[in-house]
């Protein structure tokens, strides 16, 4: 039986091709410090405590019942899950060409073809990694995630991040864009803040290039560098991050990657300028996927769609439509990122 457009554009075919490009990527930051996981529908709740610290025991009595302890200072936070989908067709002009290199055994020219609709489907799923780290950035960076939709409806999700964890921007004397600031005493006292507040001591920092390079411009970081420094070698990368970590063993993560907000837009940043931020070690969360409308009721195939699920909750659907006659292809998941560490974070806006 000769081969449609629809053995060769099907969800399983698609992800198939999806979970093979992304096993040769390099996963965003915000992949490593909030791991996915999945969940049953779009409601999240998270735990979150208030201190790290230890609380002592109390003191009992023989033949006495244990006095039971209030556990102050625990929250727990919860929200339902933004939901995210855009799909993309081929059209009756396009199954018409592919269906004429099929005709025509063009067998090179039915794989071109196919692989452009299979790049297109990749694209949406990849669509769904940057929304997903354009929100675990904006946690870093801010506390709180900001969503706009296609129709200018803002989705604003506050984590109650601890206000005594932020640093409001410095003034002209203590940014870090004026070269004499003095960073290490800032640094250190927010690294305090947070051991004294919590009983753990952040180890990791991540801001974006410009923020860094401020660094490699301070007075106090190059009198502290000069006998590895010469009048026509500048302050490296290395040297810095080395610095960093032996001054407050702390491992540095300079965080450059960027997307496209729209097609053809400008280049946003994931972490913005002027943000250093402190991270405890081990994971921040958990980068949440729910469970989309295609995966709850479109899974059996009864109705003539197809579904497969890539990346934990990322739902990859494809139907025919009989008028026009079209094949459509859509790309949704539900999601949103935890941040049970967020007490153990400091923000701070330097410059």
């Not at 999945?38 to 610290?53: A, E, Q, R, Y």
């Not at 296609?150 to 984590?159: I, M, N, P, S, V």
């Not at 997307?259 to 053809?264: E, P, R, S, T």
Request: hydrophobic letters at 40%; glycine letters at 6%; a neutral charge.
């Amino acid at each position: 039986m000769p081969k449609t457009i629809f053995d060769y554009v099907n969800a399983p075919v698609i992800a198939a091709y999806v979970n093979e490009l992304g096993s040769n990527q390099i996963p965003y930051l915000g992949e490593l410090l909030f791991p996915a996981k999945k969940k049953v529908g779009i409601d999240l709740k998270w735990i979150k405590t208030h201190s790290s610290l230890p609380v002592a025991l109390a003191n009992g009595a023989f033949d006495a019942k244990a006095p039971l302890r209030d556990r102050m200072g625990l929250t727990i936070s919860e929200t339902k899950m933004p939901f995210f989908r855009e799909a993309m067709r081929i059209g009756e002009e396009e199954r018409q060409n592919l269906l004429t290199f099929m005709a025509a055994n063009m067998d090179s020219s039915v794989k071109t073809a196919v692989q452009k609709i299979y790049d297109d489907a990749n694209n949406l799923v990849a669509g769904v990694d940057v929304d997903a780290e354009r929100m675990r950035m904006q946690l870093l960076s801010t506390g709180k995630i900001s969503i706009v939709d296609k129709t200018g409806l803002h989705h604003d999700f506050d984590y109650k991040f601890n206000t005594k964890h932020i640093q409001a921007k410095l003034t002209s004397t203590n940014a870090w864009s004026n070269a004499a600031a003095p960073v290490t005493e800032q640094i250190e006292s927010w690294i305090d803040i947070i051991e004294s507040d919590t009983g753990v001591r952040p180890t990791r920092a991540i801001c974006s290039r410009k923020t860094f390079n401020y660094l490699k411009k301070n007075t106090e970081i190059l009198t502290e560098l000069k006998p590895l420094l010469t009048a026509s070698t500048p302050i490296t990368d290395a040297q810095l991050k080395n610095w960093f970590n032996e001054k407050f063993r702390l491992q540095v993560s300079v965080y450059t990657k960027k997307y496209l907000i729209v097609a053809g837009g400008e280049s946003q940043q994931f972490f913005p300028d002027n943000v250093f931020t402190l991270l405890p070690p081990g994971n921040l969360g958990n980068t949440w996927f729910g469970t989309t409308p295609e995966e709850a009721d479109l899974m059996t195939g009864q109705n003539g769609a197809s579904v497969s699920i890539v990346k934990t909750g990322v739902a990859i659907t494809t139907y025919k439509e009989i008028h026009p006659v079209n094949a459509k292809t859509i790309v949704s998941a539900i999601m949103l990122p935890s941040f049970e560490s967020s007490e153990t974070v400091f923000i701070a806006n330097v410059a």
